[in-house]
């Protein structure tokens, strides 16, 4: 029996492999046995149907692919990218990749190649958090874990549906409600999470800003705040109580769509709650103004002081499985290495330990903005930007303009394929070895069950041919995943957060490790807390006439993203359909369209078909297509975070044809 961990969501289970059997580990301290049906399908997902085993390559993306060597096609891409200024190269890497994987490519492109356009699709996903936490803690640190829910009187749960994105972790707050704790889940969707929950406040789309100001607001008002841990741990609390005092209630609760009286039943649950920790994924974070939501929510714990406090605190939920291990490593495009940013000291410092005078010095390329920047060379790795990029028309049209596009994946199928000049062979799940970090810091080592196939080989093994056919052999000389991960932990001593350093690799076989469990205050330079106002600035794209109707997006609960390994012909996740809409039965009448219509739903960007699913859970001119469709960026819009440089996915406005 071989035990490793899953590698779908930031969860993180726990699991046991034995030949061709897969449970849950009851020992594991994320899941005590057990395991979605995404978990369960990592089985299936090794079946080699669907896998790119060999590499390929062509001149142009109208010629077919022919099989070549690794040496060719290595000594291609590094011949390519020693004709390049360091500006027009380009990585962008995945949560899908283990931190080692992760140390290697940022090590090569920022350290050696010296180009700082090194992001991660989690600049999609996690960004708006990511900066929010830098802003009002002073790190990109999560201070609350899993198991606190079990020491919360209130868990609310803002724009997360993690009855079907963290299925796991749903079980556990279900068990702790049967323990006493009250969950209230903010939604214009009634999702399952909602319908579990013991309140649902149906907000408008777009309005998360006004509802916690609010609450703020209230809590000001009526001295319901945490003076004497205001005025000893917290900035800019006359800032944001002059800012809410000119701020309109009735016009916020207005635009949140809730009636007075759901307010006032919610703020009498929540003034009431010893122990509140509030948790939100996508549903604040892709936003145009994601970073003044989750500022807005972050506001409320430094308010009440209920932060770095057992049972409390602001917890962003990842979705990726070791998008949390590659923000550590430094894998944004904002970020340097090791939570370090580009200042001149945090350079010095990485020189030194990479024995490198090229590290890159300034911020690079986000994803959001690679393909519009005229790259010559391009790196994906283990993601598929043409599914998951907004305005997918465009972002397709700017990928055929870059010279080289080099595709590293694990499977044949994806989107970006066909705009790729050479496609590399990886190993996914299963068949290589190293570590991620789920969503609460639990830093855990997936195993290599099975023999790599084909000529697959593991990410960082990539990275590094291509790092020594460069001439970089004595940076990047590692025989084995635990010499990187051993040189890894030794960077994070760069950093005075990070205590990764007590890591023993060999013992994360046995059990897990929890970094920054020493973390009980701000990490600011003052040591503490910010606050700051912020207001709905109503950027997003508006309805109108021709466009009636709000897109919403998110995960179902057996699919995971496009579905190159859930959405097998022998799958075991057929429960859930995978290409639907969701449409309000009162819009839905208004159209004629009944339960199972075929309908067209159209952008100004473009256009795709689908199945309606009415029902009265919806809000009224909103609708819901899950990510599992792959043709759901044809509809969105490519606007951005001003600050993150995460998109707005959810608040396209669309309309609908029946058929």
């Not at 790119?52 to 000594?75: C, Y």
């Not at 390519?80 to 140390?103: A, M, N, P, R, V």
């Not at 890159?360 to 599914?387: F, Q, R, S, W």
């Not at 590399?424 to 190293?434: F, H, N």
Request: glycine share 6%.
């Amino acid at each position: 029996m071989v035990k490793s961990v899953c590698g779908y969501c930031g969860v993180g289970c726990g699991l046991e492999y034995n030949i061709d059997t897969l449970k849950g580990n009851k020992a594991y301290p994320t899941n005590s046995g057990k395991v979605c049906q995404k978990g369960v399908s990592e089985l299936v997902s090794m079946q080699p149907d669907t896998r790119l085993l060999k590499p390929l390559a062509r001149n142009s993306i109208d010629e077919d692919f022919t099989q070549t060597t690794w040496m060719e096609a290595v000594k291609q891409i590094a011949k390519k990218i020693k004709q390049t200024s360091k500006e027009k190269i380009g990585f962008y890497l995945s949560g899908q990749l283990l931190t080692e994987d992760y140390y290697i490519a940022n090590k090569l492109g920022k350290g050696f190649i010296g180009t700082s356009n090194v992001d991660t699709n989690s600049r999609l996903c996690m960004s708006s958090a990511v900066v929010a936490y830098k802003k009002t803690i002073g790190a990109d640190f999560v201070p609350v874990r899993m198991k606190d829910i079990f020491d919360a009187n209130l868990l609310i749960l803002a724009g997360a549906n993690t009855a079907e994105a963290h299925v796991v972790f749903h079980n556990h707050i279900k068990k702790a409600q049967k323990a006493g704790l009250k969950v209230v889940v903010i939604d214009p969707r009634e999702t399952q999470s909602a319908k579990d929950a013991d309140m649902h406040l149906a907000i408008m789309p777009g309005s998360d800003i006004d509802l916690f100001n609010l609450i703020s607001k209230r809590l000001i008002d009526e001295k319901l705040y945490d003076k004497e841990f205001v005025d000893k741990h917290i900035n800019n609390f006359h800032e944001l109580k002059d800012g809410l005092t000119f701020a309109d209630t009735d016009k916020m609760l207005k635009r949140t769509g809730l009636s007075k009286r759901e307010f006032e039943d919610f703020f009498e649950l929540y003034k009431n709650s010893q122990n509140i920790i509030t948790a939100w994924t996508m549903g604040l974070n892709q936003s145009v103004q994601g970073v003044d939501k989750n500022i807005a929510l972050i506001n409320t714990h430094l308010l009440t002081g209920k932060i770095f406090k057992k049972g409390n605190g602001p917890f962003s939920l990842t979705g990726q499985p070791n998008a949390m291990g590659g923000r550590e490593v430094g894998g944004l495009a904002t970020m340097l290495a090791v939570h370090l940013g580009f200042d001149k000291q945090s350079v010095k410092k990485v020189s030194r330990f990479w024995k490198s005078d090229n590290v890159a010095n300034k911020e690079g390329l986000p994803v959001t903005k690679m393909l519009e920047a005229d790259l010559d060379v391009l790196i994906i790795c283990h993601t598929d930007p043409m599914y998951h990029l907004p305005n997918r028309h465009k972002m397709q049209e700017l990928i055929k303009k870059i010279p080289l596009v080099v595709e590293i994946n694990a499977y044949s199928n994806s989107q970006t394929a066909p705009y790729a000049h050479i496609r590399l062979p990886a190993s996914p799940w299963g068949e290589k070895e190293g570590c991620q970090t789920n969503l609460d810091r639990t830093m855990t080592k997936q195993e290599q069950l099975v023999d790599k196939l084909g000529q697959s080989k593991a990410d960082w093994e990539i990275f590094q041919l291509i790092a020594q056919e460069l001439g970089y052999k004595e940076a990047f000389d590692f025989k084995n995943v635990k010499e990187i991960f051993n040189e890894y932990k030794e960077m994070t001593k760069l950093n005075a957060h990070m205590d990764i350093y007590k890591v023993d690799y060999d013992n994360l076989r046995k059990e897990a490790f929890i970094w920054g469990e020493d973390i009980h205050n701000f990490l600011t330079p003052d040591k503490k807390g910010n606050l700051f106002f912020v207001h709905n600035q109503e950027l997003s794209e508006q309805v109108c006439d021709k466009y009636p109707f709000i897109l919403l997006t998110g995960r179902t609960r057996d699919q995971w993203h496009s579905g190159t390994k859930t959405n097998l012909a022998d799958s075991l996740l057929k429960y859930k359909e995978l290409n639907f809409c969701e449409i309000n039965s009162d819009d839905a009448k208004s159209l004629d369209i009944s339960n199972g219509d075929m309908i067209k739903v159209i952008s100004k960007r473009g256009e795709l078909k689908t199945t309606a699913v009415v029902t009265k859970t919806m809000h009224k001119n909103c609708i819901f297509i899950p990510i599992s469709n792959k043709e759901i960026n044809f509809l969105t819009l490519d606007i951005y975070d001003k600050e993150s440089m995460e998109p707005d996915y959810n608040h396209s406005c669309i309309n609908i044809i029946k058929l």
